[in-house]
C-alpha cells in the first residue's frame, strides 16, 4: 500500500547530522524540510538536504551491475557480476601478487553506518599494502595529531562552540562545509551566539561567508599559517601567559621545556611573509588568554598545505598551553553513544612505505598523492588493478589528469558506485549500491566529533528493491569470493555478521556504550528506545574527560615534540632562503550547494550562475588587463585550465581560487546534467609532488600557478 505522511531522518551528505522531516504522498517524495524538533539541528537544513530526492529519483544512477565488454556495458544479474568480479581479482593477484591490487575509499563510506561498520572484511581478505582513501587529501594531520597526543587517531577533541566566547577560525568556512571535524548543525546561528558572547575572528586568505560573519577578518598568505602559529606562540611564551590549566597535570612535558623552539619566531620576523602585522599577531594572542572560554580552531586550508600536519599540532598546542583542552567553551571530547574506539585501531605510522617515493603508510593508507606513479612504474608490487568505493579520484586528488591516464594502463578496474563518473568510466564492473534514503542510518563517525552528545536512528525511507544490494552486502559478497572460510567457526563467526547488518551491530554498540545498559536489556540507551524517538535523543553537552579517556598506557597527553618539531628547519629553509615569492597562488574553495562532485547531477545543486570560477583580486585584473568575466588559463606545473574570472576583492592580491569538484567534461561518463555544468578540476592544476612531508598528506593550497588570457 502506498505510503503518506511524513517521516524523519538524518541528512548524511555533509558532517552537520541535521534532521529532516520528508513528507511523502502515495510513496512519491513532495517535500523536504529541516526537523524542527531534532535537538542537534533545530530545523535547520541546507540546500543540499533537497539532492535526496534528488539522488534517489535520478534516472542515471544505476541500479544494476554493469560490464564493459568491446567498449559498452552490459547489465548482469547479482550472483554473475559478483563472481566474474572475484574470479577476475582472484586471477589478477595470483599472477602479479597481492600488492597488484589497490583500493581506494572516498569519503562518502563515513557518511554510510554499514560501510563503517562491515566494510574491513572485504579491505582484509585482499591483503594488499595498496590502500589509499580520500583521508591523505584531508584530514590526515588530525588523525596524526590525535594519535601523537591522545594515543587514538580518533580521539580528536572539537570546538565547543555552544560556550565558547572568543573563537578563532583559521583555514575554515563552516559556513560553506557546515563544520568539519566539528560536527555542529546552524552553525550560522551558533556562530551569532558567539559573538553575542564574546567574538568570532577569522584567518583566511579568502573573505569567505564565515569571515563575512565574523567580528574581524585577517588575510593571510596561502601556506604561511605555520608562521603565523609559531609567532603566536612566541608570543605566548614571551608574555609568561603560558598556562596549561588542568591539563598540566598530565603532560608528559614541561611546557617550559618548548619555549626555545619558538623563540625565532618573533611576530616581527614572520609578519611580511604572513601578511598580519606584528601589533595583529600579539594582539590576537593578548586577547585570546584574557577571554573566558576562547578556542583556536583549524579546518581544511590548514590541513591541505605544505605544512599542515605541523600547522595542526601547533593549533593544539597552543589549545593545550593556553588550559583550552578539555575546558568548556574550549576543546572538548564527545562521548558518542556508539563508541567505536575501542574496536578500531589507535593507529600506526611507517610500517611500510611507497614503492616508488617511500611516502609512510598511516594506520595502513598510503598517501594518494602516489597513486597514478605505483601504477604507471614497473617493477614487483605494481598496482595493475583497482577498486573504488564511493570515490571519484580523478577529480579529488592531485594531478587528476596523469590519475586518468594512469587508470586507462590497469588491467582491471571495478567500481562501487551508483554513477559512471570521471573515475569509473574506466570500469570494466561498476556494482550499484542502493542510495541513502534506501538504507538504514546512524552517524557512527560524525557523533564522535559533534559538538554535542546526541544519538539519531533512521531506517531506510524506502525499502530497496528485490534485485537492490547495500555497499556492505556487496563486499562481504566479494570477500566470500575472494576469501571462502576455512573453518567452520569462520562460517559461522561470517553468518552471524551478515544476519546482525548493521543494525545489530549498532545495537551492540550502544548497549555496551557510555550511555548503555549493557547485558541488562531494561536500562539504558538502547536501538528500540532511538527507534521511538524518530527526533533523536539529546544527550548532554561535552564535558571534560582528561586524563580517563585518554589512550595512551600512562594517561598522559605526549607533547611528541621530537616528531612534530622535527620540520621546523624545513619551516625555516622555505620562507627564510631569500627567494622571491611566487606572484601567484592558488587555493581551493567551497560552496554550500556543492559537496562531493556526484551532486553536480542534481538541477537544483547546480542551476543559476556558474560558480566554477577563478578568483582574482582587482588590483591584480587591473595590473594584468584582465577584465570580469573574460576566460583565463591558469597553468601550474602539472597542467593547465581555461575558466571565467571573477574579479572580486574577497580574495587578496596574489591569490587565486577555484572550487573543488569540477570537471565534468572527459567522455564516457554518465551524468548529463553534470556534462551540461561541467567546469574544470582545481586537481587538474594541484601536483602529486607538492606535498607535506611530514604526514604525506596532499598540499592543494598554496600551488604555484600563473596566468594568461585565452585568445
Keep these: 500500500m502506498a505510503r503518506s505522511g511524513t517521516f524523519y531522518r538524518t541528512c548524511n551528505l555533509c558532517e552537520a547530522m541535521c534532521g529532516v522531516a520528508i513528507e511523502l504522498q502515495d510513496e512519491q517524495i513532495i517535500s523536504i524540510k529541516g526537523d524542527q524538533q531534532d535537538p542537534f539541528s533545530r530545523g535547520h537544513i541546507c540546500p543540499k538536504a533537497l539532492a535526496l530526492k534528488d539522488l534517489y529519483e535520478d534516472p542515471e544512477r544505476l541500479r544494476k551491475p554493469m560490464e564493459k565488454r568491446d567498449g559498452q556495458w552490459h547489465e548482469l544479474d547479482w550472483d554473475e557480476a559478483l563472481d566474474r568480479v572475484a574470479e577476475r581479482m582472484r586471477a589478477l593477484q595470483q599472477q602479479h601478487g597481492k600488492d597488484a591490487l589497490g583500493v581506494y575509499l572516498g569519503n562518502p563510506n563515513v557518511h554510510n553506518m554499514g560501510g563503517t561498520l562491515l566494510n574491513g572484511g572485504f579491505l582484509r581478505a585482499l591483503k594488499t599494502r595498496n590502500k589509499f582513501s580520500a583521508t591523505s587529501v584531508d584530514q590526515l594531520p588530525h588523525h596524526i595529531v590525535a594519535w601523537q597526543m591522545f594515543g587514538h587517531q580518533l580521539r580528536i577533541p572539537v570546538p565547543d562552540i555552544d560556550r565558547s566566547d572568543y573563537?578563532?577560525?583559521?583555514?575554515?568556512?563552516?559556513?560553506a562545509s557546515n563544520g568539519s571535524i566539528m560536527s555542529v548543525a546552524d552553525v550560522r546561528g551558533r556562530l551569532k551566539a558567539v559573538k553575542q558572547r564574546g567574538?568570532?575572528?577569522?584567518?583566511?586568505?579568502?573573505?569567505?561567508?564565515?569571515?563575512?560573519?565574523?567580528?574581524?577578518?585577517?588575510?593571510?598568505r596561502p601556506g604561511s599559517d605555520v608562521l603565523l602559529l609559531l609567532a603566536m606562540l612566541n608570543h605566548l611564551y614571551a608574555s609568561g601567559k603560558v598556562d596549561a590549566g588542568r591539563c598540566a597535570d598530565f603532560l608528559d612535558t614541561d611546557p617550559s621545556e618548548l619555549k626555545p623552539f619558538f623563540d625565532d619566531f618573533a611576530p616581527e620576523r614572520v609578519a611580511e611573509h604572513t601578511g598580519i602585522a606584528a601589533a595583529d599577531i600579539r594582539r590576537l594572542v593578548d586577547e585570546f588568554t584574557a577571554a573566558e572560554a576562547p578556542v583556536l580552531y583549524g579546518r581544511m586550508g590548514v590541513s591541505v598545505q605544505e605544512f599542515g600536519t605541523l600547522c595542526q599540532y601547533l593549533i593544539m598546542l597552543f589549545n593545550l598551553l593556553t588550559g583550552s583542552v578539555d575546558r568548556e567553551?574550549?576543546?572538548?571530547?564527545?562521548t558518542p553513544a556508539a563508541n567505536v574506539l575501542p574496536q578500531t585501531g589507535r593507529g600506526h605510522m611507517g610500517r611500510y612505505h611507497s614503492r616508488v617515493r617511500g611516502l609512510p603508510e598511516f594506520n595502513g593508507e598510503l598517501p594518494v598523492s602516489t597513486l597514478a606513479e605505483e601504477i604507471t612504474t614497473p617493477g614487483d608490487g605494481q598496482i595493475k588493478g583497482m577498486v573504488l568505493i564511493a570515490g571519484n579520484p580523478v577529480l579529488s586528488t592531485p594531478n587528476g589528469e596523469q590519475l586518468d591516464k594512469a587508470f586507462a594502463e590497469l588491467e582491471l578496474l571495478v567500481a562501487v558506485d551508483f554513477y559512471i563518473n570521471e573515475s569509473s568510466r574506466h570500469a570494466d564492473f561498476i556494482l550499484p549500491p542502493v542510495s541513502p534514503l534506501e538504507r538504514e542510518h546512524y552517524d557512527v563517525i560524525f557523533n564522535l566529533l559533534a559538538v554535542r552528545n546526541?544519538?539519531?536512528?533512521?531506517?531506510?525511507?524506502?525499502?530497496?528493491?528485490?534485485?537492490?544490494r547495500h555497499d556492505w552486502q556487496i563486499l562481504l559478497g566479494l570477500r566470500d569470493r575472494i576469501s571462502p572460510p576455512k573453518s567452520l567457526k569462520e562460517r559461522l563467526s561470517r553468518r552471524f555478521e551478515q544476519a546482525l547488518g548493521p543494525?545489530?551491530?549498532?545495537?551492540?554498540l550502544l548497549r555496551r556504550g557510555p550511555f548503555g545498559g549493557g547485558v541488562n536489556?531494561?536500562?539504558?540507551?538502547?536501538?528500540?528506545?532511538?527507534?521511538?524517538?524518530?527526533?533523536?535523543?539529546?544527550?548532554?553537552p561535552l564535558q571534560p574527560q582528561l586524563p580517563g579517556d585518554l589512550f595512551h598506557r600512562d594517561k598522559r597527553i605526549h607533547v611528541s615534540a621530537e616528531f612534530f618539531l622535527s620540520d621546523l628547519p624545513r619551516v625555516n629553509s622555505t620562507f627564510f632562503n631569500g627567494a622571491a615569492a611566487q606572484e601567484f597562488v592558488l587555493i581551493g574553495r567551497r560552496d554550500v550547494r556543492s559537496n562531493n562532485s556526484w551532486l553536480h547531477n542534481s538541477q537544483r545543486?547546480?542551476?543559476g550562475k556558474t560558480r566554477c570560477t577563478v578568483l582574482l583580486h582587482p588590483e591584480d585584473a587591473?595590473?594584468?588587463?584582465?577584465?570580469?568575466?573574460?576566460?583565463?588559463?591558469?597553468?601550474?606545473?602539472v597542467g593547465s585550465v581555461e575558466l571565467p574570472v571573477c574579479v572580486s576583492d574577497e580574495v587578496m592580491p596574489g591569490v587565486v581560487s577555484i572550487p573543488h569538484g569540477w570537471g565534468h567534461h572527459r567522455s564516457g561518463t554518465g551524468w548529463s546534467l553534470a556534462e551540461a555544468n561541467a567546469g574544470v578540476s582545481v586537481n587538474d592544476l594541484t601536483d602529486e609532488h607538492f606535498i607535506d612531508l611530514l604526514s604525506g598528506n596532499a598540499a592543494l593550497n598554496g600551488v604555484p600557478v600563473t596566468l594568461e588570457a585565452v585568445g
Design 329 to 334: 567553551g574550549g576543546l572538548l571530547f564527545s
Design 605 to 607: 545543486l547546480v542551476k
Design 503 to 508: 543494525s545489530g551491530m549498532l545495537a551492540l
Design 521 to 540: 536489556p531494561f536500562k539504558g540507551l538502547t536501538l528500540g528506545k532511538l527507534k521511538k524517538s524518530p527526533h533523536g535523543i539529546d544527550l548532554g
Design 454 to 468: 546526541n544519538a539519531r536512528y533512521a531506517p531506510a525511507l524506502f525499502e530497496p528493491g528485490p534485485q537492490a
Design 622 to 637: 587591473t595590473r594584468l588587463g584582465f577584465d570580469d568575466g573574460v576566460t583565463l588559463r591558469v597553468r601550474s606545473r
Design 199 to 220: 567574538k568570532v575572528v577569522v584567518i583566511d586568505p579568502r573573505r569567505s561567508q564565515t569571515a563575512e560573519l565574523a567580528n574581524e577578518h585577517h588575510f593571510i
Design 167 to 175: 573563537f578563532v577560525i583559521v583555514g575554515a568556512n563552516p559556513l
